[in-house]
T-cell receptor, first 112, second 114 residues
Framework: AQSVTQPDIHITVSEGASLELRCNYSYGATPYLFWYVQSPGQGLQLLLKYFSGDTLVQGIKGFEAEFKRSQSSFNLRKPSVHWSDAAEYFCAVRNQGGKLIFGQGTELSVKP | DAGVIQSPRHEVTEMGQEVTLRCKPISGHNSLFWYRQTMMRGLELLIYFNNNVPIDDSGMPEDRFSAKMPNASFSTLKIQPSEPRDSAVYFC????????????FGPGTRLLVL
């Protein structure tokens, strides 16, 4: 069965520091992978997605993610975090039928 | 362009009452999804439609939940009767049909059943 694991429930980083949020997936075929961000009281916004090709994907707000098939991972990174990046981040895998399966989310706090 | 519109944004009701959540997808999108978000279970897909037809309702918790999409621009999720454990944030999302298409989420309806 398809699944997504985000091992870190909560991460705190200092403003200006680099960030990496981990995501591991379980999926038999080539996965379609997504990262979404949810600000408090808001819906989810797509940061980036991966289907095929270059394994390093650029997204909005300065985020990038790298697909590593050998590790079944799709980690999200940002070189320098801003206070406005504080939010909850969700990794998701989508099967051929179109169903999105989300991880449990990682809450990011940013220290001044 | 307007995004996905959901109403109401907040709903407080008493156990046993009927609750109807509404969603207007982005114009031109032909796939619509209903999700539920809780602390315990995270984000779960309840049901999704392609071209107004329900495709997968395996996530619908039980018969108290029903969803309809009478036309391309409107969908409802109904809970009857509601129970306290239904308290959650319900999101509607829409997309063009296809596994590669991005799902655009509405702001959600925060439901509290007392």
């Amino acid at each position: 069965a398809q699944s997504v694991t985000q091992p870190d429930i909560h991460i705190t980083v200092s403003e200006g520091a680099s960030l990496e949020l981990r995501c591991n997936y379980s999926y038999g075929a080539t996965p379609y992978l997504f990262w979404y961000v949810q600000s408090p009281g808001q819906g989810l916004q797509l940061l980036l997605k991966y289907f095929s090709g270059d394994t390093l994907v650029q997204g909005i707000k300065g985020f990038e993610a790298e697909f590593k098939r050998s590790q079944s991972s799709f980690n999200l990174r940002k070189p320098s975090v801003h206070w406005s990046d504080a939010a909850e981040y969700f990794c998701a895998v989508r099967n051929q039928g179109g169903k999105l399966i989300f991880g449990q989310g990682t809450e990011l706090s940013v220290k001044p | 362009d307007a995004g996905v519109i959901q109403s109401p944004r907040h709903e407080v009701t008493e156990m046993g009452q009927e609750v109807t959540l509404r969603c207007k997808p982005i114009s031109g999108h032909n796939s619509l999804f209903w999700y539920r978000q809780t602390m315990m279970r995270g984000l779960e897909l309840l049901i999704y439609f392609n071209n107004n037809v329900p495709i997968d309702d395996s996530g619908m918790p039980e018969d108290r939940f029903s969803a309809k999409m009478p036309n391309a621009s409107f969908s409802t999720l109904k809970i009857q009767p509601s129970e306290p454990r239904d308290s959650a944030v319900y999101f509607c999302a829409s997309s063009l049909q296809g596994a590669r298409e991005t799902q655009y989420f509405g702001p959600g309806t925060r439901l509290l059943v007392l």
